[in-house]
């Protein structure tokens, strides 16, 4: 909000033009072109719609107990708030304001300030425990934060409910440093005549201590589940970790899990956006139709996760001879790569790294498993890491390991990384293109030098690894941005194997389908798959290739219709080509409106820079 603006809002004129539109609305009275704020007016709209009385003066008081958002105890966020709060409390000692937080729902729980000032503020309910979201005493900075999503400043007047007209405040939401989703609000309030543009510096100060005390504490908790994982892992068992999210952190190899279609990084079925205090047993039933469950707890006994042991599926190694049926059945399965296959065979028998390219769903990883079951490797560790799946503060952990006391939260004795399980065997390294720059130069000394250092140490570990990368991404475009390493990307792509996407090999689609359907129906001795499924298949556009190929023959091996469109429809709403260009216009007007000013538009869009700047230079490619 820039400097004339508050000088409007701030005027006796413009109270009295915001009153007369509101008596206006109130009295059902046509109100064209209003003088008010359009985020204010638009605010009303939605009051008046459910109802809410314009005449209360205070908030209702709830019991202060903040349900959860599902993503952060409400333990922590009160403990997170109230630090952060505190931290900026001794600049509020002239200000003649209070600061206040509150819950995902706007119930406030936590304020500081000007003693005198939150005297008076009681009186309209401007305490711990009163509810001041938009649905109760509608609009206020609070619960119009809430409602947008983003910051916002409510003077005045422009309230809604007579409990706020005698206020002027300020707004911004805080958000989950995984997920982006709110989680509570920060609020600075002080009387009608105080406003300004400090308001706005205060609240971003506390938002950003907020959000990266909440990060730094997820990471803790990420590190303490991997931890779990290593420790509650026996042979013959299968385990899978998910977060409080219902994120699927870490999941042991070769087991149902494979058949549930459950990978690292997606959420588990039914979980996600459900607090996993309120988990049972069946819900996790419904996700994977077995398993016992064990909650694991941080230091400060909260909830951060779940470990759920299943038992594993019997896996029996497959004799010497057997080991090119691996590659055999993909050529059955898709006769037309079959030269892919033959060199892949080639490649299997030498230990090179190897680059698989090929759009999302082609089935880079099938290939890449293909590759290790049928060369000298086959009985030792396949360890698969999907880089875009492991959040970037952990990536190294993951790949590098560390050794105690490496930073807090350690375990004793430190642990291993991805690279060091792979000893001896293949090391798969899926989606490489979305590898943190920053990591590449440990991962390509690794490659040069057949060693590895676990964060924290300086000894050397020598492993010996067969290293295959994928990636759907044009690495060479990444070099270009700076995005790829130049030395990394020749040292990844010594053999190099291309997957081409369904529209471009129509003629595999009934071989797919047929084995495919085998596999999902488990049917008995002639069950055929039902008259004109391949043919309608076959001139399918698939552009999720073969896993989204698998997901129609699942439905057809389900009993329904490919025609029905209460299966097959897509819900209305918008496209992704219409969501890219609503986000593209967004970006630019927002640059327009920040004079070219990158860093303000990436802190008023809450994305980061340089993601940002990539946007920026494919709007530029596609404008030729």
Same mark, same amino acid.
């Given at each position: 909000?820039?400097?004339?603006?508050?000088?409007?809002?701030?005027?006796?004129?413009?109270?009295?033009?915001?009153?007369?539109?509101? &008596?206006?609305?109130?009295?059902?009275?046509?109100?064209?072109?209003?003088?008010?704020?359009?985020?204010?007016?638009?605010?009303?709209?939605?009051?008046?719609?459910?109802?809410?009385? =314009?005449?209360?003066?205070?908030?209702?008081?709830?019991?202060?107990?903040? #349900?959860?958002?599902?993503?952060?105890? @409400?333990?922590?966020?009160?403990?997170?708030?109230?630090?952060?709060?505190?931290?900026?409390?001794?600049?509020?000692?002239?200000?003649?304001?209070?600061?206040?937080?509150?819950?995902?729902? /706007?119930l406030i729980f936590s304020s500081q300030g000007d003693v005198r000032l939150a005297e008076g503020l009681a009186e309209n309910s401007v305490v711990e425990g009163a509810m001041w979201d938009e649905t109760h005493v509608g609009t206020n900075a609070i619960g119009t934060a809430l409602a947008i999503g983003g910051k916002v400043m409510i003077?005045?007047?422009?309230?809604?409910?007579?409990?706020? %007209? *005698?206020?002027?405040?300020? #707004?911004?939401?805080?958000?989950?440093?995984?997920?982006?989703?709110?989680?509570?609000?920060?609020?600075?309030?002080?009387?009608?005549?105080?406003?300004?543009?400090?308001?706005?510096?205060?609240?971003?100060?506390?938002?950003?201590?907020?959000?990266?005390?909440?990060?730094?504490?997820?990471?803790?908790? *990420?590190?303490?589940?991997? &931890?779990?994982?290593?420790?509650?892992?026996?042979?013959?068992?299968?385990?899978?970790?998910?977060?409080?999210?219902?994120?699927?952190?870490?999941?042991?190899? *070769?087991?149902?899990?494979?058949? #549930?279609?459950?990978?690292?990084?997606?959420?588990?079925?039914?979980? %996600?956006?459900?607090?996993?205090?309120?988990?049972?047993?069946?819900?996790?039933?419904?996700?994977?139709?077995?398993?016992?469950v064990e909650w694991i707890r941080n230091e400060d006994d909260d909830v951060i996760g779940a470990a759920i042991h299943v038992a594993r599926s019997p896996v029996r190694a497959a004799p010497k001879s057997d080991l090119p049926l691996q590659l055999k059945a993909l050529v059955e399965s898709s006769p037309s790569i079959e030269p892919v296959?033959?060199?892949?065979?080639?490649?299997?028998?030498?230990?090179? =790294?190897?680059?698989?390219?090929?759009?999302?769903?082609?089935? %880079?990883?099938?290939?890449?498993?293909?590759?290790?079951?049928?060369?000298?490797?086959?009985?030792?560790?396949?360890?698969?890491?999907?880089?875009?799946?492991?959040?970037?503060?952990?990536?190294?952990?993951?790949?590098?390991?560390?050794?105690?006391?490496?930073?807090?939260?350690?375990?004793?004795?430190?642990?291993?990384?991805?690279?060091?399980?792979?000893?001896?065997?293949?090391?798969?390294?899926?989606?490489?293109?979305?590898?943190?720059?920053?990591?590449? =130069?440990?991962?390509?000394?690794?490659? @040069?030098?057949?060693?590895?250092?676990?964060?924290? @140490?300086?000894?050397?570990?020598?492993?010996?690894?067969?290293?295959i990368a994928a990636t759907n991404q044009p690495l060479k475009e990444l070099m270009e941005q700076g995005r790829f390493r130049r030395d990394l990307y020749y040292r990844l792509n010594v053999a190099r194997l291309h997957l081409p996407p369904l529209r471009e090999r129509r003629s595999d689609i009934p071989h797919l389908v047929e084995r495919?359907?085998? *596999?999902?129906?488990?049917?008995?001795?002639?069950?055929?798959?039902?008259?004109?499924?391949?043919?309608?298949?076959?001139?399918?556009?698939?552009? /999720?290739?073969?896993?989204?190929?698998?997901?129609?023959?699942?439905?057809?091996?389900?009993?329904?219709?490919? &025609?029905?469109?209460?299966?097959?429809?897509?819900?209305?709403?918008?496209?992704?080509?219409?969501?890219?260009?609503?986000?593209? &216009?967004?970006?630019?007007?927002?640059?327009?409106?920040?004079?070219?000013?990158?860093?303000?538009?990436?802190?008023?869009?809450?994305?980061?820079?340089?993601?940002?700047?990539?946007?920026?230079?494919?709007?530029?490619?596609?404008?030729?």
């Open positions: 909000m820039q400097k004339m603006d508050l000088d409007r809002i701030g005027s006796r004129e413009y109270a009295r033009e915001v009153a007369q539109i509101w &008596d206006r609305l109130l009295g059902d009275y046509e109100v064209e072109a209003p003088g008010v704020r359009d985020v204010v007016y638009k605010s009303w709209l939605r009051c008046k719609q459910i109802g809410v009385d =314009p005449l209360k003066r205070a908030a209702p008081k709830t019991p202060t107990h903040v #349900a959860p958002s599902g993503n952060v105890s @409400e333990e922590r966020l009160r403990s997170v708030m109230r630090s952060s709060l505190e931290a900026v409390a001794p600049f509020l000692s002239e200000a003649k304001s209070v600061l206040i937080g509150t819950g995902h729902n /706007g003077h005045g007047e422009e309230h809604f409910c007579n409990a706020g %007209k *005698q206020w002027s405040c300020a #707004a911004d939401v805080i958000r989950d440093p995984v997920d982006r989703s709110i989680l509570g609000v920060v609020d600075l309030t002080g009387p009608a005549e105080s406003i300004s543009l400090r308001a706005n510096a205060l609240i971003a100060a506390v938002v950003e201590r907020a959000e990266s005390e909440l990060a730094r504490l997820d990471l803790m908790d *990420q590190i303490k589940l991997i &931890d779990c994982f290593h420790q509650r892992s026996p042979l013959g068992e299968g385990l899978i970790l998910v977060d409080r999210r219902g994120l699927v952190v870490r999941r042991s190899f *070769q087991t149902r899990f494979d058949k #549930a279609n459950i990978r690292q990084g997606d959420f588990l079925s039914g979980l %996600k956006g459900l607090p996993c205090e309120s988990w049972t047993l069946d819900l996790v039933h419904d996700a994977l139709h077995d398993g016992e296959i033959r060199e892949a065979a080639i490649i299997s028998k030498r230990n090179v =790294p190897v680059m698989i390219t090929g759009e999302t769903g082609t089935g %880079k990883d099938v290939l890449a498993n293909a590759i290790h079951l049928s060369g000298d490797r086959a009985d030792k560790p396949f360890i698969s890491v999907n880089c875009a799946a492991i959040p970037r503060d952990l990536i190294g952990v993951e790949l590098f390991g560390y050794v105690e006391g490496a930073f807090t939260g350690t375990r004793k004795g430190g642990m291993s990384g991805r690279i060091e399980d792979a000893d001896r065997g293949t090391l798969f390294l899926d989606e490489i293109g979305d590898m943190p720059i920053e990591l590449q =130069p440990y991962l390509l000394r690794v490659l @040069e030098s057949g060693a590895v250092s676990r964060l924290g @140490e300086s000894r050397q570990r020598k492993v010996d690894i067969h290293i495919l359907y085998a *596999q999902i129906h488990a049917c008995p001795a002639g069950h055929t798959i039902p008259h004109g499924v391949i043919e309608q298949l076959s001139n399918r556009d698939l552009p /999720g290739n073969i896993r989204e190929l698998r997901s129609l023959v699942e439905r057809v091996a389900a009993g329904l219709s490919l &025609d029905e469109p209460s299966v097959m429809a897509e819900p209305a709403g918008p496209t992704a080509t219409t969501l890219a260009a609503v986000e593209r &216009d967004l970006i630019l007007s927002c640059l327009d409106r920040n004079n070219g000013n990158v860093g303000r538009v990436a802190e008023e869009l809450s994305i980061p820079r340089s993601t940002l700047y990539r946007k920026l230079a494919q709007y530029r490619e596609s404008q030729g």
